[in-house]
Nanobody, 120 residues
Framework: VQLQASGGGLAQAGESLRLSCAAS????????MAWYRQFSGKQRELVAS???????KYADSVKGRFTISGIFAENTGYLQMDKLEPDDTAVYYC???????????????WGRGTQVTVSS
């Protein structure tokens, strides 16, 4: 299974970007998706997660600004990022799993990162 993240780029503070994550490969089922980000020189951190049951979680730093969604029937997920801030500058990764409950960061599938840069 391969995850392809897209939609990153350059934005100014206050603007929006939408990240997409598409899964492909042999027959598979994913029921949980998440977005992580990694700041330069730091560990990767969870931004948001969603499962097919509708359960969503967000990092405190993005609550009210970012919205995660998953169209699991199409093996696709999105991260709508509004009111972007320079502190959101990072490499963003999507992750997916065939289980609705993922322990910690142990998602089975990971995509390559996409750079998001927010200027002030």
């Amino acid at each position: 299974v391969q995850l392809q993240a897209s939609g990153g780029g350059l934005a100014q503070a206050g603007e929006s970007l939408r990240l997409s994550c598409a899964a492909s490969g042999p027959p598979f089922t994913i029921v949980a998706m998440a977005w992580y980000r990694q700041f330069s020189g730091k560990q990767r951190e969870l931004v948001a997660s969603v499962n097919s049951g509708g359960s969503k979680k967000y990092a405190d730093s993005v609550k009210g600004r970012f919205t995660i969604s998953g169209i699991f029937a199409e093996n696709t997920g999105y991260l709508q990022m509004d009111k972007l801030e320079p502190d959101d500058t990072a490499v963003y990764y999507c992750a997916a799993d065939p289980a609705t409950r993922v322990v910690g960061d142990n998602y089975k599938y990971w995509g390559r990162g996409t750079q998001v840069t927010v200027s002030s």
